[in-house]
């Protein structure tokens, strides 16, 4: 069975740096596109970032560039959404996903709480 | 970048009756080297994640009641829950992949029963 648990979230200060974890199971981590996904208190879905299966390929939306850092481990079966210079706009549910041939998301993690607030 | 937009914002439908969710994209995303459209529907039920629904605009992943199909092509499509169930109550979302390694998701369409 895929899973995928993500840890990492809680309340940051603006300006502060959070990282996240997905610890993903019950499939070849290696071979498979992986994703962000956040979704803002009572809004819609945003792609945040994804990261090709070895690391050598990563993409981001264009409101966390420069800001945020996806990477991967494939020894631990493990992604990592490390987010500096947090905006209060970055409060959101992160959600781990797999991206399916870097196309659809077809599993996704029960997600993370961010908030940042002073 | 690829816009998408849905209509309507939400909807209510008895039970045992269509819902129908519109989907349209600020541009093309039918690939023409293989003929498909690269949207996928999602259904999110509220305090879970989303799940997917359909792939490829009309391909149901396993698992997905044969009462969700998709349509359309190249701009606009439909999700059409040809008889919705009391579980059916859920936001749906679009999404579109053409521009992979980009991705954009539509606004959500709430669904409710009447």
């Known amino acids: 069975e895929v899973q995928l648990v993500e840890s990492g979230g809680g309340l940051v200060q603006p300006g502060g740096s959070l990282r996240l974890s997905c610890a993903a199971s019950g499939f070849t981590f290696s071979s498979y596109w992986m994703s962000w996904v956040r979704q803002a208190p009572g809004k819609g879905l945003e792609w945040v970032a994804n990261i090709k299966q070895d690391g050598s390929e990563k993409y981001y939306v264009d409101s966390v560039k420069g800001r945020f850092t996806i990477s991967r481990d494939n020894a631990k079966n493990s992604l990592y959404l490390q987010m500096n210079s947090l905006r209060a706009e970055d409060t959101a549910v992160y959600y781990c996903?797999?991206?399916?041939?870097?196309?659809?998301?077809?599993?996704w993690g029960q997600g993370t709480l961010v908030t940042v607030s002073s | 970048d690829i816009v998408m937009t849905q209509s309507p914002d939400s909807l209510a439908v008895s039970l045992g009756e269509r819902a129908t969710i519109n989907c349209k994209s600020s541009?093309?995303?039918?690939?023409?080297?293989?003929?498909?459209?690269?949207l996928a529907w999602y259904q999110q039920k509220p305090g879970q994640p989303p799940k997917l629904l359909i792939y490829?605009?009309?391909t149901r992943e396993s698992g997905v009641p044969d009462r969700f199909s998709g349509s359309g092509s190249g701009t606009d499509f439909t999700l059409t829950i040809s008889s919705l169930q009391a579980e059916d109550v859920a936001v749906y979302y679009c999404?579109?992949?053409?521009?992979?390694?980009?991705?954009?998701f539509g606004p959500g369409t709430k669904v409710d029963i009447k």
């Open positions: 996903a797999r991206a399916h041939s870097n196309f659809y998301f077809d599993y």
């Open positions: 999404q579109q992949y053409y521009s992979t390694p980009l991705f954009t």
């Open positions: 490829w605009a009309s």
């Open positions: 541009q093309s995303v039918l690939y023409s080297s293989n003929n498909k459209n690269y």
